[in-house]
Structure formats: C-alpha cells, structure tokens
C-alpha cells in the first residue's frame, strides 16, 4: 500500500521565502551570444589516452538507463536493469550504470532486480511528461514510486503556471513533492524546450533549487527540443551562483539528444570547467540518455582492443 500523501501546502500568494530568485535570476539577463560562444569551445577539447578511457567510464557511471514507453511489460524492465547491472557482459571492468528509470508501475519490479546493487531506482512521476495534473494526484504518484522502492524521483514543473508567471504555485508544488520524497533525491524537470528563452531556464533552475530539487533536469524526452550544451551551460552557470550564495551542491541532469560517446565527454569538459572536478561524479551530474550507452561501450573496447566493434555485440534497449 502507497504511503499517505503529505497534506497540501499552505498556498501563499507572494513566495516571501524567495529572496534568492530575484537575487540570482532577475538581477541579470542572460548572454545568449556568450553562452552560445563558451558552449561551442567545449566542443574543441580533445580528449585521448587514458583521461578518455576514465571519461567513459564515468559516462557509463552517470548514465540513467531509461525506459519511458506505453508497450513497457516487466520483462523489458527486467531486462534493462540486467544490462544496467552489467552493460557490456563480456567486459567486467565495464561499471554499472547511475540509475534504471521507469513509471511508477514498474517500481517493484526494477527494486526486485537490482536488490543489493549500486544502481539507483529512479521513477518519473507528478503527471509526467506533461505535469498537467492536480497537486493531490502528483503528491499520490509521488508516495506510491517511493513505497514501491524509487531512490530518485524525477518530476516535471508546471510549465504552464511558469509561464503565466504564477511562480509562487511552481516553487509549492516543488516543496510540497520534496516532502513527499522523503528519503529519495529529487530531480526537478523543467522541460527547457517549452520555456521560450535561456532568461526563462535560468529563473526556473534557480526556482527549483531554492525549492528543495536535489538535482534540475533539462528534459522529458518527449518533445523533439532536449537538452543543448547552451542550455546545459545556463543550467550549470545558475548551479555554480547558487552554490556560491547557499554553500549547497545541486546536481544536473541533461536529458534526451546525446547519443555520442564524443559528445558526452564534451559535457564532462563544460561541468569541469563551469562547476570543478566536485561535480564529476554520479552523486551530481547524471545523462539521461538511453540510446548514448551502446556508443560508449563501441568507444571502450576500441580504447582495449584497437578496433571497431559493431553496435550488433550490444543488447538494443
């Protein structure tokens, strides 16, 4: 049986407690040119030898493995989990992955399967993809993903409360689902590709961060507009500004469009040199990129062997 729901918060009409948004958010435009010139020198790194091989360990390392589909049964839920486990069986040295994510539904099922492991169980909920439900109902999706056995809740804000500017009603909703985390870390989706400008991303990342999110997140997956270095690196930059006012770490979570080896390790780049080697781990950064493993793992036995394999060695998710 699901744990009880927190009750409803108070609802304030003025988010008093949000002198931190106007301080960080609203007090300076973002440089899109800027941004769009630092995010394409990430790009220009070269990485090899050894610094590549650890890269892509760590890629493996911070990869949720994800499964977000209508036709999903057990026996696919079970079977990602086996390949988070073990993602490349002939290569032990290989890591597990960060996390298996699935709907609430299949909870049990990903706890069964990873029962004494590392990897995280991570579950979408609060009317995901679109958030588009009443507070009572996300707060009921919430609780019934962690009774289940989630260690991570990834939700999606109200874009359209955010974009009306009702961002009183964006930061409850966020507390309110913090607490009915309890124990389990929550990611906040923002879904950036809806919000219009890099102005917007970085208001609504500061939003969410001063509402509790132990990590903020750039995407469902679900529309063709995911995550861009640009929009990483705005994500990142409110990170770093927020943590220089709070002493407080938040994680990141691009999400939906990396599917390269190569560009992942150029993520890895932007996070050393926008936030430091403090958040080159999976306690703090994390890609939510299914289809990227089977590139990294082609990547990671060319590093050991010298050759090529084809994307057929690997199990297709």
């Known amino acids: 049986m699901a744990a009880a729901a927190p009750p409803l918060p108070k609802r304030r009409t003025i988010p008093s407690d949000l002198t931190i948004v106007h301080e960080v958010a609203a007090a300076r435009p973002v440089d899109e040119v800027g941004i769009a010139q630092r995010a394409a020198s990430f790009t220009t790194r070269s990485i090899k030898g050894d610094a590549k091989r650890w890269g892509l360990d760590m890629v493996v390392r911070m990869t949720d493995l994800t499964t977000l589909e209508g036709q999903d049964t057990p026996g696919k ?26 709907y609430p539904t299949f909870v049990r099922v990903a706890a069964e399967e990873l029962a004494g492991s590392d990897v995280g169980i991570a579950s979408v909920a609060t009317g995901f993809p679109s958030g588009q439900v009443p507070l009572q109902v996300k707060l009921d999706d919430t609780a019934f993903a962690v009774a289940e056995g989630a260690t991570e809740i990834d939700m999606v804000i109200d874009r359209g409360a955010f974009l009306s500017g ?3 009603r964006v930061y409850d909703e966020i507390v309110a689902i913090r607490e009915a985390c309890g124990d389990a870390h929550l990611k906040v989706i923002l879904e950036t590709g809806e919000l219009g400008t890099l102005d917007n991303v970085r208001r609504a990342s500061v939003l969410a961060m001063a509402a509790g999110a132990d990590f903020i997140k750039t995407s469902t997956g679900k529309i063709p507009r995911a995550a861009s270095m640009p929009v990483t690196l705005v994500m990142l930059e409110a990170i770093r500004d927020y943590y220089l006012h709070t002493g407080r770490r938040v994680g990141m979570k ?13 993520y890895l780049v932007m996070v050393n040199e926008t936030l430091g080697a403090e958040w080159l781990t999976p306690e703090l950064f994390r890609f939510g990129a299914s289809s990227l493993l089977n590139d990294v793992l082609m990547q990671i036995r060319r590093q050991q062997t010298g050759a090529y394999q084809s994307d057929l060695y690997f199990t297709v998710d």
Do not use: F, M, Q, T
């Open 254 to 266: 691009p999400a939906g469009g990396i599917s390269k080896a190569k560009l992942a390790l150029h």
């Open 166 to 168: 009702d961002y009183g």
């Open 77 to 102: 839920v079970r079977a990602l989990c086996r390949k988070g486990l073990r993602p490349d069986p002939g290569n032990p040295e290989v890591p597990s992955v960060g996390a298996i994510c699935v």
